[in-house]
């Protein structure tokens, strides 16, 4: 018995081909036309917020965060991916239940005990932050080829989690953790499926989430103990 399990491998597990996997990109796109200006919104939104940095600021940056997850995890997992792979769906109600979570963080944390950060510090955050949410979309084009593949931020689920992990950073690491658990679970499920599936560029998104995630965890963000 135990021989006959270790002849199986991931491929196996999988009842569907890269082609199928890619599809959901360009499928996704057409379908909420053109509703993807209200994502590039959130993110020149966030990038804009993380800038000015105050209390509110940053209360407004979570919600935002927030309302990705849930976007991301009802739309794109449950809805297209879940039909053709199971454990999506639970990823995607446990992205839905993160972003109820993180609404509530947002609207109740005391944000007005933080200090705010020097102005280079956060255009710097800031300007980073949208560099990096908006190049990751054109890595799915380039696996696929095709345009319509964009890979964007509260839409999949990839982008959204690594485009959310900087963020928490907001909050202090006694919390922080709570909130980066869901990414570092998700992209490690996302490297293993991408890596079997052969798509090993799209594999380089959860990849870095894998590592930023990690850091996360054990950066302070207090400006006094972290002046770079």
């Known amino acids: 018995m135990v021989t006959n399990w270790l002849s199986y491998s991931l491929s196996d597990f999988l009842m569907f081909g890269p082609e199928v996997f890619l599809r959901l990109f360009v499928r996704i796109n ?17 990038g804009a ?20 997850w849930l976007w991301s995890g009802a739309g794109f997992l449950v809805h297209y991916y879940g039909p053709i792979n199971l454990p999506a769906i639970w ?10 979570l993180l609404t509530v963080a ?4 005391p944000w007005n005990a933080a200090k705010t950060r020097p102005a280079c510090s956060r255009w710097s955050t800031g ?16 696996q696929t080829g095709n345009s319509l593949a964009l890979s964007m931020f509260a839409i999949t689920p990839d982008v959204t989690a690594l485009g959310a992990v900087p963020c928490m950073l907001l909050f202090p690491r006694r919390v ?9 679970i998700w992209s490690l499920f996302s490297v293993a ?3 079997t599936l052969g798509t090993w560029v799209l594999a380089v998104i959860p990849g870095a989430t894998l590592v930023l995630a990690a850091l996360a965890c054990f950066i302070n963000p207090r ?6």
């Open 91 to 100: 990823f995607g109600w446990a992205f839905v239940l993160q972003g109820a």
């Open 223 to 228: 400006w006094a103990q972290n002046p770079d």
């Open 30 to 46: 057409q379908d909420i036309w053109p509703w993807q200006s209200v994502a590039v919104a959130m993110v020149i939104a966030i």
């Open 193 to 195: 499926t991408l890596w």
């Open 49 to 68: 917020l993380l800038v000015r940095g105050d209390a509110m600021a940053r209360r407004g940056v979570l919600l935002l965060v927030a309302a990705a």
């Open 127 to 142: 300007v980073g932050w949208i560099m990096l949410v908006g190049v990751s979309p054109l890595v799915a084009v380039a």
């Open 106 to 109: 947002a609207l109740l944390w």
């Open 176 to 184: 922080r953790w709570l909130f980066l658990s869901l990414p570092l």
